[in-house]
């Protein structure tokens, strides 16, 4: 018998309606490097502790047992955490469920990305399994990314160019902060930027939450956007026209604090 991969995930959503097409069974992966300050998931933030290890099979036999409701569209996601810190994992239960005839899909900000080895062959190897990236474009601008992630972007951005190389489809995704991306010049270099792409199916803006505060006060964590409220309607809205939200194959707004 071929062994299964083990994963360490911080908690699964049998119905998530707003991480890929249709009704999806997500797995919420432990570890993540970033720091955004919008955040509504520190609790995933630690590398090798927390959550709850699991084997790629254990995670498949659950995910199965919602399939019913999963319809044409529905499958698989997995998210973060980051889970590109995991390729082993994530590759051996995406293998699997493809020969169930399964949808998969991740949804990543792209920060582990690199074409360096041995990263980049076990990153192409996953990439045979998956069928659509979520990505998260957190901010354009190298220095705001650093200020918003304590990251830069610049390998973030060679992941979208690669995955455009191989016309893998992706979903662009962009949290909304008043004060950190919500201004009118980073939005039209993000649109320059998404229009060098030939892969994007769909550009969402995900209008920024505080949900997440009480997670940060029950860490003992600073949270960093006191003060700083959601976005108005109107800036959603001219958000969505600059990255011409409609001219893709569709578009949904939701709010979103990850």
Not at 59 to 69: K, M
Not at 102 to 112: N, V
Request: glycine share 8%.
């Amino acid at each position: 018998m071929a062994e299964t991969a083990v994963g360490r995930i911080h908690s699964t959503e049998s119905f998530g309606t707003v991480d890929g097409p249709g009704v999806r069974f997500i797995v919420f992966t432990q570890g993540c490097r970033m720091r955004c300050q919008f955040c509504h998931n520190p609790d995933t933030w630690k590398i090798g502790v927390g959550g709850r290890e699991v084997t790629a099979d254990e995670v498949l036999a659950e995910a199965i047992r919602y399939r019913s409701y999963w319809g044409e569209k529905g499958g698989i996601t997995v998210s973060g955490g980051e889970p590109l810190l995991q390729l082993g994992f994530l590759t051996d239960l995406f293998k699997k469920a493809k020969a169930e005839g399964i949808h998969t899909t991740i949804d990543t900000c792209g920060k582990p990305f690199t074409r360096e080895e041995p990263f980049f062959s076990e990153f192409q190897e996953l990439m045979k399994y998956t069928d659509l990236l979520l990505f998260d474009i957190k901010h354009i601008d190298p220095e705001g990314h650093k200020l918003l992630t304590k990251n830069t972007n610049e390998n973030i951005l060679e992941m979208a160019k690669y995955l455009s190389e191989i016309g893998k489809p992706v979903w662009i995704r962009h949290v909304l902060v008043p004060e950190r991306t919500d201004y009118d010049e980073y939005l039209i270099r993000l649109n320059a930027f998404i229009e060098t792409l030939t892969n994007v199916d769909k550009v969402e803006i995900l209008p920024y939450h505080k949900m997440g505060i009480y997670k940060w006060d029950e860490l003992g964590l600073d949270y960093p956007l006191l003060g700083i409220d959601p976005p108005t309607q109107e800036r959603v809205k001219n958000a969505q026209d600059i990255l011409h939200i409609n001219d893709y194959q569709g578009y949904a707004t939701q709010t979103y604090g990850k």
